[in-house]
């Protein structure tokens, strides 16, 4: 596609549910990340792929969240057990081979998940 | 333990005028800067990056200055514009680490 697409853009749930976020990342891209931003906070690096390397999933704030892709197309977050400090704009960003100096990522809208 | 560190969280600025926006940063393994602006509803987009073998980079109106011993960068926008009004986020990345680590962003309110 022409931009990173991620669905759903908004997502009220309840504690203690498990969500799935979802990022169509730009064609071509091989690198794709989650960040995350808590209110008040800047972007909260949460994991990194490239490629078919195993992915730095050095951000991921608890063992409650997973992240996958298949191959260099789409990728799912999941949060399981929802709290409410997950509460936060989730932001996916992809990039031709993760980055290079030249070029920066590009994000897309983000979801926000509201956890009550 | 901020890394990248935004300390004006907002910022108002006559249009026509000059906005500085400023950044410090403690890594001294970073050597990439990027700039990215954001709009309400909207994802960061890319604005200006600067490597660290520069002390400056243009690109039409935006201009960003590197002050690597002081750790410091700063954003110049000029003119202002009423359509530069967003939140921008100022960015660094270590050689070979693909990941980038982001300030809290600062709220440029450009007054028409």
């Known amino acids: 596609g022409a931009g990173v697409s991620q669905s759903p853009s908004n997502k009220v749930t309840e504690k203690g549910k498990d969500v799935e976020l979802r990022c169509d990342p730009i064609s071509g891209h091989t690198a794709l990340y989650w960040y995350r931003q808590r209110l008040g906070q800047g972007l909260e690096f949460l994991i990194y792929f490239q490629g078919n390397s195993a992915p730095d999933k050095s951000g991921l704030p608890s063992d409650r969240f997973s992240a996958e892709r298949t191959g260099e197309s789409v990728s799912t977050l999941t949060i399981q057990r929802t709290q409410q400090e997950d509460s936060a704009v989730y932001l996916c960003a992809s990039s031709l081979n993760g980055g290079g100096l030249n070029y920066g990522y590009t994000f897309g809208s983000g979801t926000r998940l509201t956890v009550v | 333990d901020q890394q990248v560190k935004q300390n004006s969280p907002s910022l108002s600025v006559q249009e026509g005028r000059i906005s500085i926006l400023n950044c410090d940063y403690t890594?001294?393994?970073?050597?990439?800067f990027l700039w990215y602006k954001k709009y309400p509803a909207e994802g960061p987009t890319f604005l200006i990056s600067?490597?660290?073998?520069?002390d400056k980079n243009e690109d039409g109106r935006f201009t960003v200055f590197l002050n690597k011993s002081a750790k410091h960068l700063s954003l110049h926008i000029v003119p202002s514009q009423p359509g530069d009004s967003a939140v921008y986020f100022c960015?660094?990345?270590?050689?070979?680490?693909?990941?980038?680590?982001f300030g809290i962003g600062t709220k440029l309110q450009v007054i028409p």
């Open positions: 960015a660094a990345r270590g050689e070979g680490y693909q990941k980038v680590t």
């Open positions: 890594n001294s393994m970073f050597d990439y």
């Open positions: 600067i490597s660290s073998i520069k």
